[in-house]
């Protein structure tokens, strides 16, 4: 009954909180709301004890990447933009409420959790590192050509001491040298 | 867990995605807000994943989490890139001025 209830009360303040993340006005709102969402559904990953994948997307999810949005609207100036959303658009939301309604109205086979005792760390180690080595190296790479994309592009900004050749050996003495008559 | 049922799982993963969607739709004058929209569309696949992954105890929807995180903490950055180079062009973030980022 406890775990009926807890389930109820973070699905519902997910639902809000994912609500606040796309209709706040100001872009800093949105992440908190988003921040907020993440660490809701992370309580009800929890409750199907899945404890690594919950407190994964916490610390991964809320601890890394939003601050990385926060530091993005930070040097954006996003925050200080207020979102324009135009009067009717709030209509869109019949969507998730028509479909959510759809999912609750389908015929379900009679679906129940296994019983056994979740999946342990150990298990996802196992089979992550033999059967998915490759589909991980993937991920790896992609990580990989995402870090180096990013050096890329903001090195251009820094202005380096660099040797220019040419404009070395193309120097004379006109260019360098200008006589003063008067003091 | 015994307690729980499926399908509440899944009508909240179907909700979130379709927030997702619908956050995508009426934000399209901040990019980076959409890019939150794509997390919370995210967020409600990941969750089917488990939903089913606790359902059959089968290991290979988690890892399959795993994977979706990875790749879309990659996908997060390029975005937040292009914002960070789109508000050198433009002092609006709007999804339209995105061909600004041309050449």
Known sequence: ?183 | MQELVVAHYLILSGILVALGVVGIIINRSNFIVVLLSLELMFLGINTNFITFASQLADVHGQIFIFFVLGVGGAEIVCGLLMALMLSRRSKNLAMDRLHKLHG
């Open chain 1, 1 to 183: 009954m406890v775990i009926k209830l807890v389930f109820y009360i973070g699905s519902t303040l997910s639902i809000l909180f994912g609500l606040m993340t796309i209709l706040a006005k100001k872009t800093i709102y949105n992440v908190l709301g988003l921040c907020a969402t993440f660490v809701c559904v992370g309580a009800l990953w929890l409750l199907l004890n899945n404890e690594f994948l919950a407190w994964l997307l916490i610390f991964l999810y809320v601890g890394a990447i939003l601050v990385l949005f926060l530091f993005a609207i930070m040097l954006t100036e996003g925050g200080a933009q207020v979102v324009m959303q135009r009067k009717y658009d709030v209509l869109w939301l019949i969507l998730p409420g028509v479909l959510g309604y759809i999912i609750y109205r389908f015929k379900q086979p009679a679906w129940v959790f296994n019983s056994n005792k979740g999946i342990n760390i150990q298990q996802i180690a196992l089979t992550m590192f033999t059967e998915y080595l490759p589909h991980l190296e993937l991920v790896a790479a992609i990580l990989l050509v995402v870090m180096v994309l990013v050096v890329s592009v903001r090195k251009k900004r820094i202005s380096t001491k660099m040797q220019k050749v040419s404009q070395q050996v193309m120097v004379n003495k006109s260019t360098r040298l200008t006589l003063v008559e008067e003091l």
